[in-house]
């Protein structure tokens, strides 16, 4: 039986009898122990109480948050807890089989060794950072898995790539390039305003990795792009099944032929999908300061254009919209000067911050302005594409999926993070996954039950091959 999600009380109304956990059963389960209660949350939850044989803890600082994800479900339970609270937290996680921590990626290597400690296995969908893979031998002397990297961006994206990855290699070839894009973006009914993005949580993230410098490989040529230019380096990716987007670098690609495995590959590049225009913008924007994160201003009773003005070099016009057209060497009627005043930065409505940078200023507006509307669907795109040699023949493979948000449910971001870590700890309890250390989804043994199980969820990696 398959639960409407979000339905529980109705669900349990109409079949009581066989959701009734008896003592002597809940004995006989899995326990789960999910650490946050975020916008990811959701799908995860509700997959992992979807599963008759797993009783799960939802635990959070906000314990409201926790108590909605669970509803009136049976198996489930909804707890406050300050994650800084080391002896709760040890407590908990020494109660349970396995801990989801869903925290901000600063608390992971905590509850990492926490989990060895107890001898507990651990999920996550982040990136595994140093610190955690420093437990790698701790972890396999306890007998556990530490398993990082299972959302989408990092997460699917490895499982999805390593399939043709390891099918071109268990067929004679070899890759040569390798691309991969990956975007969260408005559904194109839902595209509707100048900036081609909407947020559905905090746009800092976002911001802040319009600051990262980046690294690739391309036709064996190293190239490297400083943090401030990185929005000047961008191409247009045609997506099969979807259209024509924009791609820019994402960070340093290089450390993936190893991941990888293909060390022999000319092109490594991995890449941020955005609707066109938003490079051009972004780069000027950049220019401007408003992504400046250090200087702190003075904001009480401050306009949007009054903080602008602060961002001015020299004010040749008098005129707000003409001296930032002149100082970024663009016409007033441009498209990233259309954006600043769409958004009303340019605008009197009050900032309301008493201080700030320009990043809090920036961001602040973008949250407020840049929201989904109800029923709205988000979008979430990944594409490699691979040039693969084999002894009588070149090929291009391309791998894509284009998932869709439910409109009114879970939008494809909490999907497509939450649902492949949830498949993950299924796995792991029913003992499918066997691997213990520090690790990510790369090998089979992980990415090939979760990618199958994933096409369940409707979320499908559609394959194609030409001869080149």
Not at 28 to 34: A, F, N, P, S
Not at 153 to 168: E, L, Y
Not at 169 to 183: A, M
Not at 366 to 372: A, G, N, P
Request: glycine residues 6%; hydrophobic residues 35%; aromatic residues 8%.
């Amino acid at each position: 039986m398959k639960l409407e999600i979000g339905n529980w009380k109705t669900e349990r109304e109409i079949s009581s009898i066989k959701f009734q956990v008896s003592k002597e059963k809940e004995k006989e389960m899995k326990k789960v122990l999910i650490l946050g209660a975020g916008l990811v949350s959701r799908p995860h939850v509700h997959y992992l109480l979807e599963q008759p044989d797993l009783l799960v803890t939802v635990a959070s600082r906000t314990v409201s948050k926790a108590e909605k994800l669970v509803g009136t479900h049976p198996r489930g339970k909804a707890i406050s807890l300050n994650v800084k609270d080391e002896e709760k937290l040890s407590e908990l996680i020494s109660e349970n089989d396995l801990a989801v921590s869903l925290l901000p990626y600063t608390y992971h290597h905590k509850v990492a060794r926490l989990c060895i400690k107890h001898k507990k296995n651990m999920v996550t969908t982040s990136y595994v950072s140093d610190a955690m893979k420093s437990l790698d031998n701790e972890a396999k002397e306890a007998g556990i898995l530490l398993l990082n990297e299972t959302g989408v961006d990092p997460g699917i994206d490895h499982m999805s790539a390593m399939r043709v990855i390891n099918s071109v290699k268990n067929n004679g070839g070899q890759i040569k390039s390798f691309k991969s894009y990956c975007g969260g973006l408005p559904a194109p009914e839902a595209n509707t305003n100048p900036w081609g993005y909407k947020f559905s949580w905090s746009p800092r993230g976002v911001v802040m990795a319009g600051k990262n410098s980046a690294k690739y490989l391309m036709d064996n040529e190293i190239v490297e792009i400083p943090g401030p230019e990185l929005f000047n380096t961008h191409w247009i990716v045609d997506i099969p099944g979807f259209g024509k987007l924009e791609a820019y670098p994402n960070r340093n690609s290089l450390p993936y032929k190893d991941l990888y495995n293909i060390q022999d590959t000319d092109t490594m590049f991995r890449g941020t999908l955005r609707y066109p225009g938003w490079c051009v913008a972004m780069k000027k924007f950049v220019d401007l300061g408003l992504l400046d994160d250090e200087k702190v201003y003075n904001l009480k009773d401050s306009t949007y254009a009054e903080f602008m003005r602060n961002l001015i070099l020299d004010s040749k016009y008098k005129d707000l919209k003409q001296d930032l057209a002149a100082q970024l060497s663009l016409d007033v009627t441009s498209d990233p000067i259309y954006r600043l005043e769409w958004i009303g930065l340019l605008g009197n409505e009050k900032i309301d911050m008493d201080t700030g940078t320009a990043m809090d200023v920036f961001c602040k507006i973008l949250l407020e302005k840049l929201q989904y509307a109800p029923e709205e669907r988000d979008l979430l795109i990944l594409h490699h594409e691979f040039i693969a040699e084999f002894p009588d023949r070149k090929q291009k493979i391309t791998s894509t999926m284009i998932d869709y948000g439910i409109p009114g449910g879970d939008s494809s971001m909490s999907r497509t993070v939450g649902l492949p870590a949830a498949i993950a700890v299924k796995l792991i309890l029913d003992g499918v996954i066997k691997e213990t250390g520090v690790h990510i989804p790369v090998k089979p043994d992980f990415y090939e039950p979760i990618l199958e199980e994933l096409e369940k969820q409707n979320i499908i990696f559609k394959e194609r091959y030409q001869d080149i």
